[in-house]
């Protein structure tokens, strides 16, 4: 399956309709999150019915730049994977929106450690081994190229890298760190943060029983 992942849109709507095409004929689309710039439930509502016009089968995850009530509309939608797994294809997606708390503590939806391990334990709940499961997370883990500002301040969650170590997913997309752009692994699994949308960048990835194909992608 062909799956496009796009973290850190920021409400540039216009970079991601020039992916159309791409999006129309991808088997899976998925919103890493910050989605909107601090917007509010219409904002979000009119962001996600413009992906929903191109390809109706989409994820997503909020960030900390929307607002924790735009969460609602991701619920309303049946494409809320925070706290909640699907099974698409045989494949599992567990899902993590949210951050930690950033320097300025200014973003509308930061949350703990501990949130993070609740949301994590409750995304698995009924989920057997038989499906290979693919983390969507907002947070990158603690220690990779994903979560480092610079190569000696790395700012990921200890709680995501722990469920990464424990539970060995195939594939992990994440953002958030605007300058974390690059693929890493932890054990077994594959770590992508492609940079954010809004700067022209995103994620796509070739998945069958494994990853076939994996690429940091711009957009033109």
Known sequence: ??????????????KLMKLSSEIANADLVLLLG???????????????????????????????????????????????????????????FVGLGASLATPSGGTPFEVTESYMSQKLEAAVVGLDDSHP???????PPYNTTADAVNPSLHVGSYKVRDFIENNQPMLCFTGHIHEGQGVDTIGKTKVINSGPVFQ??????????????LEIRSIA
Not at 1 to 14: N, S, W
Not at 200 to 213: C, F, Q, V, W
Request: net charge negative; glycine share 8%; with cysteine.
């Open 200 to 213: 022209g960048n995103y994620a796509y990835a070739e998945i069958s029983d494994s990853i076939d194909l």
């Open 133 to 139: 499961m693919i983390l969507v997370s907002h947070q």
């Open 34 to 92: 910050d989605i909107t710039n601090f917007g509010n439930k219409s904002d979000m509502r009119s962001m996600v019915d413009e992906v929903l016009a191109i390809n109706q089968n989409c994820l997503a995850v909020p960030g900390n730049c929307d607002q924790q009530e735009t969460e609602i509309v991701l619920n309303e939608l049946g494409i809320n994977l925070n706290g909640a797994h699907k099974i698409i294809n045989g494949l599992a």
């Open 1 to 14: 399956m062909i799956v496009l992942a796009f973290p850190d849109i920021h409400g540039r709507l216009e």
